[in-house]
């Protein structure tokens, strides 16, 4: 069975920070590309930041540029968002994605999804 498991969410304080964890099982994240995503309701789904598959070229949205840090351990089997300088309109769910294609090309469909982990950025 291959399985991305997000964790880390919960709420925080405008300006304040989270890191995000993403648990690959049954594979590989070695040879994958990795998008973290986000939704709030209402509202289409986002892509906030990509990391190719050899770690070396990431990208991220305008809106969190400067201040989230998409990361990869491929040790561990994970990847990471880190989020800091959090505003109330990133509160969405957040999700990882895996792209066996292995690059960060808008055009790259993600070919495995985990299950999300709210982000609620409140005072």
């Known amino acids: 069975q291959l399985q991305l498991v997000e964790s880390g969410g919960g709420l925080v304080q405008p300006g304040g920070s989270l890191r995000l964890s993403c648990v690959a099982s049954g594979f590989t994240l070695d040879y994958y590309a990795i998008g973290w995503f986000r939704q709030a309701p209402g509202k289409e789904r986002e892509r906030v930041s990509c990391?190719?598959?050899?770690?070396?070229?990431?990208n991220y949205a305008d809106s969190v540029k400067g201040r989230f840090t998409i990361s990869k351990d491929n040790a561990k089997n994970t990847a990471y968002l880190h989020m800091n300088s959090l505003k109330p309109e990133d509160t969405a769910d957040y999700y990882c994605a895996a792209a066996i294609l292995g690059d960060c090309s808008r055009y790259v469909p993600m070919d495995y999804w985990g299950k999300g982990t709210l982000v609620t950025v409140s005072s």
């Open positions: 990391i190719r598959s050899s770690g070396g070229s990431t």
